[in-house]
């Protein structure tokens, strides 16, 4: 978004300004710009079952994957807190002198690096996950 827009003032002001910065806006940026405030989408089913069993398999199988992403992000974080306390720094501190080739050949700094890129990425996902609501 262009430059940074500041909401001051009574709300009919607000939403006038509010409205003229979305005119001024690409629908790229549009796009951009709610994402993270509200998403929808359409989920098309093909099948017998009724909405509601078809929901509950959903919602069952989204609060399986949080629970599985919990888990992974537990043990690569005990993975990453033995490896933290044995060299002495942070896994986002090997994580970037690993990237940038200032780590040496030794098999356990491949091993963490592995462990950080799993937590991080289990991170993610699990925060996906939490921010999902049938």
Known sequence: MGGKKVFSGNKSAQLFIFIITLYELSN??????????????????ETDFLPQEVCETIRSALEHEKHVAKYKVKRYSMICEDFEARF????????????AGN??????FFDW???KRGLDHWKKRLEILSGIFL
């Not at 002495?88 to 990237?99: I, M, N, T, V």
């Not at 780590?103 to 356990?108: L, T």
């Open 28 to 45: 790229y940026e549009i796009t951009n710009f709610f994402v993270g405030i509200y998403m929808s989408f359409t989920l098309n089913i």
């Open 88 to 99: 002495g720094y942070s896994s986002s501190e090997l994580r970037a002198k690993f990237e």
């Open 113 to 115: 690096y592995a462990a």
């Open 103 to 108: 780590m040496g050949d030794e098999s356990d």
